[in-house]
Every structure is written in structure tokens, then in C-alpha cells.
């Protein structure tokens, strides 16, 4: 693990099951980077209770968000793979960089002003802080790269200010993380609503794929997806619902636009959208299994969670206290 290699981070959060926008944005990213750098993966569960969790609910997600992203292809051998909340130094490190933040950078973070519209009835400070949190995450690590969906964007800009700003005050303390997105299906869109990205909260289920759907409901899920009243199957501006299913199926095939324009010249959006909805299912067949298989080995996931998190507090504690130290601390 120790070496030359490039050092990677990347956190998902637990709220739901994974969708395939969180698959084709990150997760099957993170899987060959495991060959060409230390790649450290976490379950992002402090993360996730800025919206209210129902405690059993939540539990379950944790342990299923864990299992998932062994399924995909991360491996505890290759990789540090943890729960966030195992390793206290995240909590620590989040409440420092709260206070190398400005007020005024969080309060442009389109993230924050697009959930605290959705859950006006719970704008926690968590909620508002929450950059800082995900700064921290990275920074303990000295990550450099962080492979994310362009949504993270924003988050991850801000995580390097932070970082920089530290750095300017103290010395060299920090790695500045650079953000690695891919090309094709760094945002995927809500099927019903394709100007949204697909979201693994929203109330719509028809709006997005799960990792853990039945074949059958991926078939209608595509089927029902909202395109527009044309029947052309063509990459445009207007398009946007179109734009998507093409970008999905490019990015589970590999196929380019224009390839999958010629494909369905003359066949009208029907025969396209169960093409689309089969292309998934063949990409989640494998992983679904390999999930079943996995979900019922509960002893082997606890055992790889507390390896995962031994390895990661090692790691953490140094530049916590490291930080601490530049900070003027007494350790
Ligand atoms: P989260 O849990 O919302 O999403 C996990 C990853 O999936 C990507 N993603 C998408 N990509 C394409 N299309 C979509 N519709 C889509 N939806 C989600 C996200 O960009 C992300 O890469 N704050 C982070 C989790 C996190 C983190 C970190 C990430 C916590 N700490 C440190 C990187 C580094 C989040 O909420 O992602």
C-alpha cells in the first residue's frame, strides 16, 4: 500500500440504494484505479445523516452501500475500504477545517441551496458545513486524485481553497486534490425529469435505477424514461432526455454517438429504449449476484470493515496530528 503510487479518495454516501448515475460517475472508475494507485474507498455515513435517516433503514443501507461496492469490484486487498464513522479523526478533522472556511463560500455551494429548498423543514448546520466534512476526508489522506461525477465539482474546488489556505498559513500540511471525472457519464439524469440529475432521494422511483433492480423494472423504467415528440434517436441541443439514454448506453457499451445514432436510424425511440434497459440489465446481472452472495456473509463484511478501518486511522491520524500540531495545539 506504502509506495510511489499516486494516492486516490473517494466517499459515497448511504442515503438509498446506489443508482447507476453513482455507478457510471464514480463507482466503475474507482474499480481499475485500484491497479495504478493506493486507492482508499469509504462509506460516507456521517455524511449522510444531514437528511434524517430512520435508524433501522439506515443501518441496512450502510451495510448494503458496503456490500455493493465490494460487488462492483473494490477490493479490500487492493484498497482501504471503510465506514467513515469507524474512524474518528473524520469527525475531528471536519470541525478544524470548519474553521479555515468562510461563511460565504459555503453559502455558494449549489448543493447546499438545492437541498435546503427540498428539506426546508431540516436546514441543519451539518447540512450547511457539510463541504468541510468531505474537504477533511480527502485531506487526511493527502489524496491527489478524486475521482467523482461532475457534481462533486463544486465540493471538491472548495477542498482545495481549503487546503491551500491551510498550506499558506502553516507550511506544506496538506496534498491540493485534483478532481478526476469521466468523460462520458460524469452526470447522468433523472429519467423522468432529464434536466435533474438522478438522485438516489428521489421520491419518483421511476426517476432513477438502482443497482439492486429487478431486470423486469429496469426494462420499464426505460421504457417509461421521458423523451420528447420527435422519434430520432440523435444527440442534440432540446434533446435532453434523449441526450441521456444515449449517453447511458455509450457509456455501458462504449459505443460513440454517432455509432449509436447509425444503429437506430429508422427505429423510433421504442426499439431504442429497450435496447437501452437490456444493456443495463447485462451490466448489473453480474454485480446483483455477486451482491446477493455477499449480503449473506455478514461476518465476512465485518471483518472487512475493521481491517479497512485499522488501516484508515493509521493513515488519518497522522495528518490529523500533523495539522493539530501546525495549529498550535499541545499533543
Ligand atoms: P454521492 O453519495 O451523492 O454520490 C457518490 C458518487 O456518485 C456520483 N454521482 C453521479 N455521477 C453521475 N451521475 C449522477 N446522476 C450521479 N449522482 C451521483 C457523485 O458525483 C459521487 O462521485 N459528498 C459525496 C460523497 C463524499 C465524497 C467524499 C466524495 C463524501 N466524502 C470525499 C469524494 C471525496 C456525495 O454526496 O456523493
Avoid at 493509521?314 to 499533543?331: H, P, S
Wanted: hydrophobic share 40%; proline share 4%; glycine share 8%.
Amino acid at each position: 500500500m506504502e509506495g510511489a503510487k499516486k494516492r486516490v479518495f473517494s466517499g459515497i454516501q448511504p442515503s438509498g440504494m446506489l443508482t447507476l448515475g453513482n455507478y457510471l460517475g464514480a463507482l466503475r472508475n474507482w474499480v481499475p484505479m485500484q491497479d495504478e494507485f493506493d486507492c482508499i474507498f469509504s462509506v460516507a455515513d456521517l455524511h449522510a445523516i444531514t437528511i434524517r435517516q430512520e435508524p433501522a433503514a439506515f443501518r441496512r443501507q450502510i451495510l448494503e452501500t458496503y456490500a455493493i461496492l465490494l460487488a462492483v469490484g473494490i477490493s479490500p486487498e487492493k484498497s482501504i475500504l471503510f465506514l467513515q464513522s469507524h474512524v474518528s479523526a473524520h469527525a475531528e478533522m471536519a470541525w478544524l477545517l470548519d474553521c479555515y472556511t468562510q461563511f460565504g463560500e459555503l453559502s455558494r455551494m449549489t448543493q447546499f441551496k438545492d437541498k435546503s429548498a427540498r428539506y426546508s423543514s431540516n436546514v441543519n448546520a451539518g447540512l450547511f458545513t457539510y463541504p468541510s466534512l468531505m474537504a477533511g476526508d480527502i485531506l487526511l489522506y493527502q489524496a491527489e486524485l478524486v475521482p467523482v461525477g461532475a457534481d462533486q465539482k463544486q465540493h471538491l474546488e472548495l477542498s482545495r481553497t481549503v487546503a491551500e489556505r491551510f498550506n499558506g498559513l502553516y507550511g506544506p500540511v496538506f496534498t491540493v486534490p485534483e478532481p478526476y471525472i469521466p468523460k462520458v457519464g460524469a452526470r447522468v439524469m433523472s429519467l423522468q425529469d432529464p434536466r435533474k440529475k438522478m438522485s438516489k432521494s428521489d421520491e419518483n422511483h421511476n426517476a432513477f435505477v438502482s443497482l439492486l433492480d429487478k431486470p423486469d423494472d429496469i426494462i420499464r423504467k426505460f421504457k417509461r424514461a421521458v423523451t420528447d415528440s420527435e422519434s430520432e434517436v440523435k444527440y442534440a441541443d432540446g434533446k435532453d432526455g434523449v441526450n441521456n439514454l444515449m449517453g447511458i448506453y455509450a457509456s455501458v457499451t462504449g459505443k460513440t454517438m454517432d455509432e449509436i445514432q447509425r444503429e437506430f436510424e429508422g427505429e423510433g425511440y421504442g426499439v431504442f429504449k429497450s435496447a437501452v434497459g437490456e444493456a443495463v440489465v447485462d451490466l448489473l446481472r453480474p454485480i446483483q449476484q455477486e451482491f446477493d452472495r455477499l449480503i449473506a456473509d455478514k461476518g465476512y463484511l465485518e471483518a472487512c470493515w475493521k481491517t479497512g478501518a485499522a488501516r484508515a486511522a493509521r493513515l488519518a491520524g497522522r495528518t490529523l496530528a500533523k495539522a493539530m500540531k501546525k495549529i498550535g495545539f499541545i499533543r
